[in-house]
């Protein structure tokens, strides 16, 4: 059953989604510009074997905590409000998430194998290593907000006259043509907020989402042969996203990971294929000793 909560973080309120379960606890960190409730059928897949739960992240979804794009520097402040969060469960996870939120779970396992015991991470934002040059390179000149993800997302409509509207836009957008349609429903859902006059806006605002674009860890390769817990690397093979060359990198500096691939779909696999991407989990999770 799925519950909505609260967590009083160390630097505000967050949001969260308790989907309930058997007794292993699983949590789901979301993409960028998204928000827990849009992974809920993948979620309910998985309830047979794990207890899932996902935060929305700060500047997203539900969540009420601080987010002044001005003050980002980084994707470890995620890792960071998702830390206390999990303490407070007084169990370890199996940490899994989306593009960043996969970024987000690596970063934490990294940082606090106790709490992680396993890692799913699902076409994971890791870019390949020559690209990590590149965005250095455009972070320390300024011009990182110049990427095309970085000046699309700055430029999205914040502002909608209501839920009919903004679906009927939606649903013809590239990004949400082959979402299944209960995963866009959740997006819709929690990923917009009421003005107060019948109009809407976005939760996640055109220049958070932005800013979290650029400030991608250019780094990120330094942890990933840290990666000690017992991990499964799903993707899909027509990513822009998650490419070859990462691919290729992640298995040799990752030895131990299972990789998993959908050939015909793209980044949004989990939004595409919540069934299936649950089972493929659900094979590796029965593997495991808990």
């Known amino acids: 059953m799925k519950k909505d909560g609260q967590f009083e973080g160390r630097s505000g309120r967050f949001h969260f989604i308790d989907w309930g379960g058997n007794s292993q606890y699983a949590h789901f960190s979301h993409a960028t ?3 827990a409730a849009a992974y809920t059928p993948l979620a309910r897949c998985l309830t047979g074997k794990l207890h ?15 987010a002044d794009p001005a003050r980002l520097k980084g994707w ?8 206390p969060f999990l303490e407070s469960w007084k169990a370890p996870f199996v ?31 890791i870019l390949p290593l020559a690209f990590t040059w590149y965005i250095y390179f455009l972070k320390k000149t300024g011009l990182i907000r110049h990427i095309p993800i970085a000046s699309r997302a700055a430029k999205r409509q ?22 299944d349609p ?5 997006y819709l859902e929690d990923g917009t907020r009421g003005n107060g006059h019948g109009s809407l806006r976005l939760s996640c605002t055109p220049a958070w989402e932005s800013r979290c674009f650029s400030v991608y860890p250019h780094n990120l390769w330094h942890f990933i042969p840290k990666i000690r817990q017992p ?17 290729k990198r992640l298995r040799r500096q990752v030895p131990h990971a299972h990789f998993h691939c959908f050939r015909e779909n793209g980044h949004f696999v989990p939004l595409e294929k919540p069934v299936a991407t649950a089972d493929v989990i659900l094979d590796f999770v029965g593997s495991l000793d808990f």
């Not at 991990?231 to 691919?247: D, P």
């Open 33 to 35: 510009g998204l928000c």
């Open 52 to 66: 899932m739960i996902g935060l929305d992240d700060r500047g997203h979804g539900k969540t009420d905590a601080p």
């Open 76 to 83: 470890n402040v995620f890792a960071g409000d998702l830390e």
């Open 95 to 125: 940490a899994m998430g989306h593009s960043r939120g996969a970024v987000s779970s690596l970063l934490l396992a990294c940082k606090r194998p106790d709490l992680v015991k396993a890692l799913v991470l699902v076409d994971p934002t």
């Open 158 to 179: 914040a502002e909608w006259p209501d839920m009919q509207t903004i679906r009927s836009v939606y649903r013809k957008k590239s990004m949400f043509r082959t979402w």
């Open 182 to 186: 209960e995963c866009f429903d959740g």
């Open 231 to 247: 991990t499964l690397v799903v993707y899909g093979g027509r990513s822009n996203t998650f490419r070859k060359n990462a691919v």
